[in-house]
């Protein structure tokens, strides 16, 4: 695949401050391709971020970019995208960012289904403060604030989009690049809240804490335990165990909630009810 | 032409009249009393005349989403009452940073906690100046009726808009919900003012946070070229952290300066002194009503008393008072708190003139006579 | 006239603050009249202490609560008990006679009306909701510089549409028990 990705990119921003080894890169490198595969006008797009290392994308990409407070991207993007429809509104979360204290913004947007893309790149730990565990940390796992054992359950993000409303769901990761681009293409480019769940590693502050190992074994650990949604829909529940479906997992058509508003308007200013 | 109107209105549907004659074209915001009137207000108008009315999941994303649609070029208009207006204080902060004009309504009621929701209050005075954390420029606003309500909602669009910040319109809870007969002027008498924006031929060097002379940089909405970046973080004119100190104490001048440069703009209070005063009684919100109608049973008297209402809450008039506390003996701050703004009455007279406190935190008013009372004791 | 204070006062839910915008914007076309009306209820919107202030004056109105009513009705043993004596020396009091104690004597002089308010709304006019509209009647008939037209055309712009009529018919219900004790 040979495009032109530099126009997307802050050239004067890099090099980036994600550590080696980090799957970070690796999304935004898939986005910026579904971006430009989107045919989606650049001008006309905005990015917006939360607090974290996903929160640093925004500022690496070239378009209108917001980094806002901790957790609360969805709730900017939601105004953006009221007070002008035409805009491609795009969200880069955490599982921090996003899953923890953005959470409740996360049921909300999905339930309401407005046309938001949001790119949540899971690496299962709080990375930029120092390996705190996540929401998206397994049982068990050890981290900073889990010396002994993380005792949380953590959760599917992709189910909980899909139980709340969001009519676009599916799952990429780093260890699978080519995939994940058409994912984010497909996202971009669906009308409704797209949710996409990245899984990225952080061998710094998650892999080595947790006898994963390096970013090498990271992905080779992904490389393990993926399998394509397809696949998985046709398994045993125990042959699951273990494993991660990926692909889009959920896509249907229903009515936007800007084009929803803009009826109400419509009838509103036609002097007609809601009825 | 549109023609004046009169109704009888609260306080809280003044705010949705006002918005609406300031060009407000956005509220999102969450239920809370005893500002849920104005939500509703605006549900209602919004739409109406092809603006946008969105209820949020709390009073975070409220805040959030009215920075959002600011950026994207809406006017933008929140509304929360105590618990609110805490939970808002981070995005505050937030729009203060990235300098996105925007309206927020505390119609204040009595704290902590959940308090009192349906009584009156002022004790979110020194919340609206200093609630988030840092510190950090503020515009805050406080009508005393119906119809200053109205005009302030204009002013804090304008002011909003002019300065690029969030400015805060602290109603209490008589004011909010008390109704009064008020004449909406009509559209073309308003002065409305808009932000600047670049001009298209700017946007190849185009700085977003540039020191402009004014301090106060244009700025574009969203989707029309500039691809620029804001962040909460301290930035340089190119809107990106640098990581250096002197960007962070540069950047703070800024936003301080472009407050600071134009108090005189900034500052609305009105008087009623005939110049030999022995006591003055400073007041704000619906407090103001009992001083005057105290001031003016006890002029009667032959007591040479005499009344301030101030309409800007924040930035302090410092000037104005201490000019006041060289020329009179006394000065009595009526407050519905245990004593907010009267510290920055005493910080200002400096021992110049006594400054004396009258305060209810019970959820009932201040009465005239109690205002009496203070003045006939001061004497 | 200067200031003329009117408290309004019953349960939450009985109406009476519905009864105190309407009588305050029934004012709302005399040039000559200020008038502010203010509330004071709990956090739910049904039960407890409920009341409506409505302060008329042909001069600006400073204070806008009452400070000490001219005009008190009540419809409930607590609202009386609360405001009974919060009243000016020769104040009008109007309380429903099923509930406050037709011998009540009240601390000042007062002209003191004991009438069948809520029983009136359910008996007479078949809808217990229009008691409020009774007590309106009632008061309306005390209160200076409002005629009793203005204050039909607000209650016929302020009710749900379809109960127009019967809160009319209340109101004039109200009204004609005061004429008819003071007659």
């Given amino acids: 695949m040979d495009v032109n990705i530099d126009k997307y990119l802050r050239q004067d921003k890099m090099p980036h401050i994600w550590c080696p080894g980090c799957g970070h890169g690796t999304v935004l490198g898939s986005f910026v391709r579904a971006f430009d595969q989107s045919g989606l006008d650049q001008e006309k797009t905005v990015v917006i971020s939360g607090i974290g290392c996903s929160g640093r994308a925004s500022g690496y990409l070239n378009f209108d970019t917001l980094h806002v407070t901790h957790g609360r991207a969805l709730t900017f993007a939601t105004g953006v995208k009221m007070a002008n429809p035409e805009l491609n509104v795009i969200v880069m979360t955490g599982d921090g960012d996003g899953a923890a204290i953005g959470g409740n913004h996360l049921i909300h947007s999905s339930r309401r289904n407005i046309d938001i893309t949001v790119v949540l790149f899971n690496n299962n730990i709080y990375g930029m403060t120092g390996g705190q565990f996540s929401p998206m940390t397994p049982t068990g796992d050890t981290a900073t604030t889990s010396p002994y054992g993380n005792i949380d359950q953590n959760f599917d993000l992709c189910e909980l989009a899909k139980s709340s409303g969001a009519t676009f769901v599916g799952r990429g990761a780093s260890y699978q690049p080519r995939k994940m681009i058409k994912l984010i293409k497909e996202g971009l480019l669906h009308k409704g809240f797209a949710f996409i769940e990245t899984l990225t590693q952080c061998p710094v502050n998650y892999g080595k804490r947790n006898m994963i190992g390096g970013a090498r074994d990271m992905l080779k650990w992904q490389d393990e335990h993926l399998v394509p949604d397809k696949k998985y829909e046709k398994m045993d529940p125990e042959e699951r165990e273990g494993l991660i479906s990926t692909g889009v997992l959920y896509q249907v058509s229903k009515e936007e909630y800007t084009d929803k508003y803009q009826q109400v308007i419509n009838n509103v200013m036609a002097g007609e009810s809601n009825e | 032409m549109s023609k004046a109107k009169t109704l009888l209105l609260q306080g809280d549907e003044a705010v949705v009249e006002g918005g609406m004659a300031a060009g407000a074209d956005f509220f999102a915001g969450y239920p809370i009393t005893p500002a849920s009137e104005i939500a509703e207000g605006f549900a209602e108008q919004l739409p109406a005349n092809g603006g946008k009315f969105i209820q949020m999941e709390d009073e975070i994303a409220g805040m959030g989403c009215i920075v959002g649609a600011s950026l994207a070029g809406a006017k933008a208009i929140t509304a929360t009452s105590g618990p609110g207006f805490s939970l808002k204080q981070e995005n505050l902060g937030f729009a203060i940073m990235v300098e996105a004009p925007c309206v927020v309504v505390n119609v204040q009621r009595v704290g902590p906690s959940t308090g009192l929701p349906t009584s009156p209050s002022q004790g979110d005075i020194m919340q609206a100046k200093w609630g988030t954390h840092g510190d950090h420029p503020i515009i805050a606003l406080s009508p005393s009726s119906v119809s200053e309500t109205f005009d302030l909602t204009v002013t804090a669009f304008n002011l909003a808009e002019k300065y690029r910040i969030p400015v805060i319109l602290l109603l209490d809870e008589i004011v909010g919900h008390m109704r009064e007969k008020i004449t909406i002027p009509p559209a073309d008498e308003l002065e409305i003012v808009n932000r600047k924006k670049p001009k298209p031929e700017d946007k190849d060097n185009f700085y977003p946070y540039e020191e402009t002379e004014d301090l106060i940089p244009p700025m574009p909405d969203y989707g029309t070229g500039f691809k620029y970046h804001s962040t909460g973080l301290f930035h340089d004119k190119t809107g990106f952290p640098r990581g250096k100190t002197e960007d962070a104490k540069k950047l703070m001048d800024r936003l301080m300066g472009k407050i600071n440069n134009n108090l005189d703009d900034i500052i609305h209070l009105e008087d009623d002194l005939n110049g030999d005063e022995d006591v003055v009684v400073l007041a704000y919100g619906s407090t103001v009503r009992s001083a005057i109608s105290a001031v003016n049973q006890v002029r009667e008297e032959g007591i040479k008393a005499g009344w301030v209402k101030l309409k800007t809450i924040w930035p302090f008039a410092d000037d104005y008072v201490r000019k006041l506390a060289e020329k009179v003996d006394r000065i009595i701050v009526p407050e519905l708190n245990m004593g907010q703004l009267i510290g920055e009455v005493e910080r200002v007279a400096a021992g110049k003139a006594e400054v004396t406190g009258i305060n209810r935190y019970d959820g009932t008013l201040i009465t005239p006579a109690d205002v009496v009372a203070e003045i006939k004791g001061a004497l | ?183």
């Fill in chain 3, 1 to 183: 006239m200067s200031r003329y204070e009117v408290r309004l006062s019953g349960a939450g839910g009985q109406g009476m603050i519905l009864a105190g915008i309407i009588l305050a914007e029934s004012a709302l076309d005399n040039d000559e009249l200020n008038v502010v009306q203010t509330q004071s209820y709990g956090p739910e919107s049904r039960g407890g202490a409920s009341r409506a202030e409505v302060v008329f004056s042909k001069e600006a109105i400073d204070y806008p609560k009452v400070i000490q009513a001219d005009l008190l009705v009540a419809l409930t043993t607590e609202a009386f008990e609360k405001y009974g004596d919060d009243i000016k020396e020769g104040a009008v009091v109007i309380a429903d006679s099923d509930f406050i104690d037709a011998d009540y004597k009240p601390a000042a002089k007062v002209d003191y009306y004991s009438i069948p308010i809520i029983n009136t709304a359910t008996e007479e006019i078949g809808l217990k909701l229009t008691a409020n509209m009774v007590a309106l009647g009632a008061a309306s008939h005390f209160i200076p510089d409002l005629s009793e037209d203005e204050i039909l055309k607000t209650i016929a712009a302020r009710v749900p549409a379809g109960t127009e009529e019967k809160n009319k018919e209340a109101f004039k219900a109200g009204r004609r028990l005061v004429s008819e004790m003071k007659s």
